[in-house]
Antibody
Framework: QVQLVQSGAEVKKPGASVTVSCKAS????????LSWVRQAPGQGLEWLGW????????YYTQNFQGRVAMTTDTSTSTAYLELRGLRSDDTAMYFC???????????????WGQGTLVTVSS | EPVLTQSPGTLSLSPGERATLSCRAS???????LAWYQQKPGQAPRLLIY???SRATGIPDRFTGSVSGTDFTLTISRLEPEDFGLYYC?????????FGGGTKVEI
């Protein structure tokens, strides 16, 4: 079955960087996209961007451009999210999600990881 | 960038009742480019509906998605105890994915 298993919780200081991993299994990693979505405590869902595993092309929302990097390792079917220059308002649960897409546009997210809590605190 | 407005913010219902959740798009690439997700406390979201009206794998037929213009609706015909939680709509067809603010369905 399709599974996305994320790395464990992180606690970081302001200004630091964090990398979250997302290991996929149960499907052909190369032919799907992978999105990252975050959810601050008690808040809604915010999409950060996505990466096409096949072409390794990325798209980041304007809010995160310059601070985020999404990569994949197709040899291990693992995706990575790096977020730099952490601030207290980056404290959130970060989810990876398999992304259905058409051409260069992401569509919907049909399977999700369990989430990784990133806490930014001095 | 398009905005998705979900209403009501909270829906208080009893098991067995019908739930009607609304999601209005400020603009839309296509009337079928919308998904619905369910999220329970402490869990990741789960895809319910894509293409405005197609049920995702394993989703029971009490969940129905429909659209009229830029107004999208998720209907749960008869609420089961496990249906209570948060529901989000999400629009696609743009470079970015856009989520609505969510509707809480509570007992």
């Amino acid at each position: 079955q399709v599974q996305l298993v994320q790395s464990g919780a992180e606690v970081k200081k302001p200004g630091a960087s964090v990398t979250v991993s997302c290991k996929a299994s149960g499907f052909s990693f190369n032919i799907y996209g992978l999105s990252w979505v975050r959810q601050a405590p008690g808040q809604g869902l915010e999409w950060l961007g996505w990466i096409s595993a096949f072409k390794a092309t990325t798209y980041y929302t304007q809010n995160f451009q310059g601070r985020v990097a999404m990569t994949t390792d197709t040899s291990t079917s693992t995706a990575y999210l790096e977020l730099r220059g952490l601030r207290s308002d980056d404290t959130a649960m970060y989810f990876c999600a398999r992304t259905q897409f058409s051409s260069t546009l992401p569509f919907y997210l049909d399977y999700w990881g369990q989430g990784t809590l990133v806490t930014v605190s001095s | 960038e398009p905005v998705l407005t979900q209403s009501p913010g909270t829906l208080s219902l009893s098991p067995g009742e019908r739930a009607t959740l609304s999601c209005r798009a400020s603009q839309s690439v296509s009337s079928s480019y919308l998904a619905w997700y369910q999220q329970k406390p402490g869990q990741a979201p789960r895809l319910l509906i894509y293409g405005a009206s197609s049920r995702a794998t394993g989703i029971p037929d009490r969940f129905t998605g429909s659209v009229s213009g830029t107004d999208f609706t998720l209907t749960i015909s008869r609420l089961e105890p496990e249906d209570f939680g948060l529901y989000y709509c999400q629009q696609y067809g743009w470079s970015s994915l856009i989520f609505g603010g969510g509707t809480k369905v509570e007992i």
